[in-house]
């Protein structure tokens, strides 16, 4: 079965200062999907950056990026220039090919980052 | 466009009370999803379903829980004879391609 691990459970980082939040993930297919998402204390879930696991350049997103590792199973978050609105719950998440018996996306436990003034 | 939104935003039921929460997914979105998040959690999969066909239920539970979706647009998750475990987020998302789009949630508490 497939697994996202995140092992950062909180996170405090100066305003302005550059984020890596840590994703490893475990398949034996080699088709999947990674991504990140944001849920701020409001609750929503929000989409910020997608990978797919033949794309040859790492996604970027304004100031989101994916640092993508595919022999370290690694899927890092970068934030560059963190602002006080960044602060929110961080999920790392993966899918596989529709059909494969696993058809939703398998979360990470989340990071909680807390920017800081 | 309308993203998805979700009705109730809060629901209270009493423990052995039969609930229906609702999902209006993002207008053309073939693929729809039903997760459940507990407190300090990530979402887990419940089920999908790709227009009115339900493709996959394995994470449901229990057979307290049953979804449809039977016009292949808005979808109703319903818990029967609700439990305190049932006490959770239910998040629904939808999808044309690869990323999945997420509702606010209905908050569940289960007295």
């Known amino acids: 079965a497939q697994k996202i691990t995140q092992t950062q459970p909180g996170m405090f980082v100066q305003e302005k200062e550059a984020v890596t939040l840590d994703c490893t993930y475990d398949t034996s297919d080699p088709s999947y999907g990674l991504f990140w998402y944001k849920q701020p204390s409001s609750g929503e879930m929000i989409f910020l950056i997608y990978q797919g696991s033949y794309d040859q350049q790492n996604a970027t997103e304004g100031r989101y990026s994916l640092n993508f590792q595919k022999a370290r199973k690694s899927a890092n978050l970068v934030i560059s220039a963190s602002q006080l609105g960044d602060s929110a719950m961080y999920f790392c998440?993966?899918?596989?090919?529709?059909?494969?018996?696993?058809?939703?996306?398998?979360f990470g436990k989340g990071t909680h980052l807390i920017i800081q003034p | 466009g309308a993203g998805v939104s979700q009705s109730p935003r809060y629901k209270v039921a009493k423990r052995g009370q039969d609930v229906a929460l609702r999902c209006d997914p993002i207008?053309?979105?073939?693929?729809l999803f039903w997760y459940q998040q507990a407190l300090g959690q990530g979402p887990e999969f419940l089920t999908y379903?790709?227009?009115?066909?339900?493709?996959?239920k394995s994470g449901l539970p229990s057979d307290r829980f049953f979804a449809e979706r039977p016009e292949g647009s808005v979808s109703t998750l319903k818990i029967q004879r609700t439990q305190q475990e049932d006490s959770a987020v239910y998040l629904c998302a939808s999808s044309l391609y690869e990323t999945q789009y997420f509702g606010p949630g209905t908050r569940l508490l289960v007295l």
């Open positions: 998440a993966m899918r596989l090919p529709s059909g494969g018996g696993a058809d939703g996306l398998t």
């Open positions: 379903f790709q227009n009115e066909a339900q493709l996959d």
């Open positions: 207008s053309g979105h073939v693929s």
